[in-house]
């Protein structure tokens, strides 16, 4: 559909705004949430192209651009963007963040990013801040902006930080990790001293220490100042509300004290608190906005994270009890899961694979066979020789497993590997016939762990091989049914 310029109400200074995004849903979202600001005039553009085109006669105060787009991209948009207009702000619009991309996007002069799925108030937030700071930048800012300019530096500081924290956080990560994270954040916006986070059970009242970040010595002056303290915490639970405390007001505390409330779903996960600041000085207001805007995210972050799990871990367990019906019939099964999983992470972790790896690797160990559930029992537990229909309705498995698979878009790294385990280096395996490297790295890994683990047990139709035979094998069939550095790696930890 041509998208008509769609000019919202507008004011003489209204801000000139161009969104470009080729998947329309995406695109209208945007204009709307934008059209809701009168102060805001937006026009559209469905590729990078279209954008240069309308470029070509309008300018713009902001662009908001996908990175993903058929033809152009939006990285290429981006270059193109501050080859003209270098004062031009440039939010960038991801799917799939990695911290490598988001540097490169800084330095080609991107001001934001935002991950898709984004929350719109947070798109509103990064548009206002950065539409403020371009007008900053023209020549009649007086001192008094220089002034909130430094403010303005400072929140983009945080956007771009939590943004870099937003992209880890993809990643699983352990919550101490995440937890660590927003307490150096903290520390580092408002130049405190120390900042903890303690987490609180609503069932027995108490506040859990979780992470410290700096200076710890000297964290309480006595007894009763830690029981006051906590007496503040109990007021941030309870009303649900951060407290900015300097030593005027309650002098019998601490030394200038923020205190925030980590909140999931309107229920208390913890409480941030922040004591002391560097110079001495006494927290001011804009450092408390400083801290609930990062308490904020960080609590968007958590429950996105924790929803995250929950859905992963409903996910697991569908699979799991799908994995006990096909080993219910096949005791074999059961124990070759168990142990290619365990072999299969001790590789990946030998060949220096990263954390997500392994745990990709983890997961597609258990399920790499769950296409079996459509081998009838006659078939999967015959104990003479298949005839060849019967093989192959066995070598169906890594497909009909993709296709299990194929609806959890969270496991598509999981799916590729159960589809490729019984791919060949030399292209002759099966489904797909890929050869080589264009077979998945940890298919390739898993392929070698696989046979082993099946050559070394009993099987109902053979026995078992000794262990050196079996790496005899693995050594004979490098290079043409295995990946022979793989082959070398395993053979070395075996
Ligand atoms: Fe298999």
Same mark, same amino acid.
């Given at each position: ?129 950065? /539409?403020?700071? &371009?007008?900053?930048?023209?020549? #009649? $800012?007086?001192? !008094? ?5 430094? *403010? ?119 409480? /941030?608190?922040? &004591?002391?600041?560097?110079?001495? #000085? $006494?927290?001011? !207001? ?5 801290? *609930? ?202």
């Amino acid at each position: 559909m041509p998208h008509a310029v769609r000019l919202v109400r507008h004011s003489k200074e209204a801000k000139k705004i161009l969104v470009v995004d080729d998947y329309s849903p995406t695109r209208n979202l945007i204009i709307e949430a934008l059209g809701q600001n009168p102060r805001y005039q937006t026009k559209e553009a469905e590729t990078g192209e279209e954008a240069l085109r309308i470029l070509d006669s309008h300018s713009f105060d902001l662009i908001i651009s996908d990175i993903m787009m058929p033809g152009m991209s939006g990285m290429e948009l981006l270059h193109a963007v501050r080859q003209r207009d270098p004062a031009v702000a440039v939010i960038m619009i991801t799917g799939n963040p990695t911290t490598d991309l988001t540097v490169s996007a800084i330095k080609k002069g991107a001001v934001d990013f935002l991950t898709k799925p984004f929350d719109i108030d947070d798109l509103l937030y990064k548009v206002d801040i950065h /539409l403020r700071r &371009r007008q900053l930048l023209k020549p #009649e $800012a007086c001192e !008094k902006i220089l002034a909130e300019l430094k *403010l303005d530096d400072k929140t983009e500081t945080l956007s771009k930080q939590s943004y870099i924290f937003d992209s880890i956080e993809e990643s699983p990560m352990d919550n101490e990790i995440i937890f660590q994270k927003i307490a150096d954040l903290a520390l580092k916006l408002v130049d405190g001293e120390v900042c903890s986070i303690m987490l609180f059970d609503e069932q027995d009242n108490e506040f859990h220490d979780k992470v410290t970040s700096g200076k710890t010595s000297g964290l309480y002056q006595n007894a009763t100042q830690e029981r006051r303290l906590k007496m503040i915490f109990n007021e941030v639970v309870e009303r649900r509300e951060a407290v900015l405390i300097n030593a005027n007001d309650r002098p019998e505390v601490a030394p200038s004290l923020i205190c925030a409330p980590l909140m999931i779903r309107n229920n208390i996960l913890g409480i /941030l608190s922040i &004591r002391r600041k560097k110079n001495r #000085e $006494a927290f001011n !207001k804009k450092d408390l906005h400083h801290i *609930l805007s990062l308490t904020k995210r960080a609590s968007l972050n958590l429950e996105n994270k924790i929803l995250y799990e929950s859905i992963y871990l409903n996910i697991m367990d569908t699979l799991r009890s799908l994995i006990s019906s096909i080993q219910a019939r096949d005791h074999y099964t059961e124990e070759h899961s168990r142990r290619v999983t365990d072999e299969a992470v001790r590789l990946a972790e030998n060949l220096g694979c990263t954390q997500k790896e392994i745990e990709s690797i983890r997961i597609a160990s258990v399920l790499h066979d769950v296409g079996k559930i459509a081998v009838p029992d006659s078939i999967l537990l015959k104990e003479g020789k298949l005839t060849e229909e019967e093989c192959m309705i066995i070598k169906n498995h890594p497909t009909i497993g993709e296709n299990i698979l194929k609806p959890i878009t969270l496991l598509a790294d999981e799916r590729k590997i159960v589809q490729c385990h019984h791919e060949r280096w030399d292209g002759k395996g099966y489904p797909l016939g890929l050869k080589g490297e264009e077979i998945p790295l940890l298919a390739r890994v898993m392929a070698v762990v696989d046979a082993f683990d099946a050559m070394t047990n009993n099987r109902t139709y053979r026995p078992a091989m000794p262990k050196e035979e079996a790496i005899a094998e693995l050594i004979a069939n490098k290079s043409t049914q295995f990946d022979p550095d793989i082959v070398d790696a395993y053979i070395k930890i075996i």
